[in-house]
């Protein structure tokens, strides 16, 4: 079960090396899920995915509203 998740965390190291932009929030979100998914049957693995596509999708989003509220000139108050 160790060599396929080392596997993976080569690979996301690996992609996070090549495009920081891409990895903002994946690593945080593929440990994450792969502790949920290896308690929720064994699926650390699958949950190291989801968990690095969520990740970047919740960092993708909030850069968004980041950048539309330094637009307008409006933050949170």
Do not use: D
């Amino acid at each position: 079960m160790k060599s396929p998740l080392i596997t993976v965390a080569a690979a996301l190291l690996m992609l996070g090396a090549t495009s920081a932009a891409n990895a903002k929030g994946c690593i945080k979100g593929a440990v994450v899920g792969g502790v949920a998914g290896h308690y929720a049957g064994h699926h650390g693995v699958l949950g190291a995915a989801a968990g690095c596509l969520y990740g970047r999708h919740h960092a993708k989003a909030q850069e968004k509203q980041q950048q539309q509220s330094q637009t307008t000139g409006q933050g949170k108050l």
